[in-house]
């Protein structure tokens, strides 16, 4: 390793760090200093990467988070809210000197958690309890939805086009806010805490950043469903969905995501990265195989134990149940109080 060393870095504030990010061939739009940045500044994480420097130029890094919890423990996390964070190596050959001072750099007492398959790392266990779903951009939008998107979703596209649905690309916090109105509902339908208001509205950051944007199917001036999209190098990222029950019979869902083939398309990208589901989750593991996206698993590595399955309990139940039946503003107190010890 002659003429090589490794740092700690601030990822957010460090300039060496983007240059890494657009150069590493595995990087992916958690890694960009705008998600850490609200990382740090929504869920007040201490974020920082440890680096390998050549000539005075970061070559590696592997970004983390402490979280520190009295509910769901202290730990580090590579990284929270990202379904994937994978070492950063501009160069291969710098893989061993970087997994080799990740490791140094574990205090004993904290477990390590890294969101990619690293079982190199000096004490690592995988462990697969989510799959992603990627779908190639390799022709054009009308060509994938005849030749590879299956026909169910077809129809069920074709019925909200027949049912005047109209898909908007935003890119502008108003399309945020309208996200985060289809966001509680959903979350709320679902029995599971709402994310914090400004953890959704302060994305606008991330999309100008990265290059994202909001998709909003609406007929006439209702918003039906909406997602907000995240794009890094080739690929584009759906990270977050969210709609209106009442209208789920004319599938705006399914026109959506077309629309989202083609915008990631005519922007030269090269995949769809639909995101991380938990392997029980067959609804949504079908709705994404439907659109012809590839499955495969998603391992995590850690260091200092595998955590036990969360299971919600009797607690989680009633907490479901109670914001199911509370007013929306329920959920969002909750989400804002237990999210950052959920990350």
């Known amino acids: 390793m002659s ?15 983007g240059p890494l990010v657009a150069r590493a061939p595995d990087a992916v739009v958690f890694h960009h200093p705008a998600w850490l940045a609200l990382l740090t500044r929504r869920y007040r994480y201490a974020v920082h990467a440890v680096g390998v420097v050549r000539a005075g130029e970061l070559v590696a890094g592997l970004p983390f988070a402490r979280v520190e919890s009295r509910l769901t423990g202290r730990r580090l996390v590579a990284l929270p809210f990202s379904d994937a964070c994978p070492p950063l190596l501009a160069d291969p050959a710098a893989r061993g000197p970087l997994l080799d001072a990740v490791a140094a750099a574990r205090p004993d007492d904290l477990r390590l ?3 990619a398959d690293v079982a190199d790392l000096a004490g690592g266990e995988v462990a697969v309890r989510h799959v992603e779903h990627v779908l ?6 009308e060509r994938i939805e005849r030749e590879v998107v299956r026909p169910a979703l077809r129809r069920g596209a074709a019925k909200a086009r027949r049912s005047g649905v109209v898909v908007q690309r935003c890119t502008d916090a108003a399309a945020l806010e309208t996200f985060y109105v289809l966001h509680r509902r959903t979350r709320r339908r679902q029995g599971v805490p709402t994310q914090p208001r400004r953890a959704i509205t302060e994305l606008h950051g991330v999309l100008a950043a990265c290059g994202g944007f909001v998709l909003v199917a609406r007929r006439g001036d209702v918003p039906l469903a909406a997602a907000v999209f995240l794009a890094q190098g080739r690929t584009l990222t759906y990270k977050y969905g969210a709609s209106d029950e009442r209208h789920l019979a004319v599938r705006p869902n399914n026109l959506l995501f077309l629309e989202a083939i083609r915008h990631g398309w005519e922007a030269g990208l090269e995949r769809l990265d639909l ?3 938990d392997l029980g ?3 949504l593991r079908a709705f994404k195989a439907s659109l012809g996206a590839q499955e495969r698993p998603l391992p995590y590595t850690y260091v200092g134990g595998v955590p036990a399955e969360r299971a919600g309990g009797p607690a989680g139940r009633v907490l479901s149940a109670a914001i199911r039946q509370a007013p929306p503003v329920v959920g969002g107190l909750v989400g804002a109080a237990l999210y950052r010890h959920a990350g």
């Open 3 to 17: 003429g090589w060393s490794t740092a700690l870095v601030d990822p957010v504030a460090d300039p060496r760090w």
């Open 113 to 115: 958690e890294v969101r």
């Open 136 to 141: 190639a951009l390799d022709r054009a939008p």
């Open 275 to 277: 995101g991380r589901t």
């Open 281 to 283: 989750n067959a609804g």
